[in-house]
């Protein structure tokens, strides 16, 4: 038990140390991209989720109320 929590702790520290650089990585590109161009592609991705989840909500909606 002991032995799977330590390997728990140890897969977590891993994957905090990937991300961290694929964040680092990540901001260096977004630097040579525009400030305006970002929060245009920020919203929109927030917009899409948003839309997908609301067709998603709208099919279960219809399918379970139209019988």
Request: proline residues 1%; positive net charge.
């Amino acid at each position: 038990m002991v032995y799977y929590i330590l390997n728990l702790i140890q897969l977590k520290r891993q994957v905090k140390d990937q991300s961290q650089k694929y964040n680092q990585i990540r901001l260096t590109k977004c630097k040579q991209k525009s400030l305006p161009y970002l929060k245009f592609q920020f919203l929109r991705n927030i917009y899409l989720k948003i839309y997908r989840i609301q067709q998603i909500l709208q099919g279960y909606l219809l399918k379970r109320f139209s019988t």
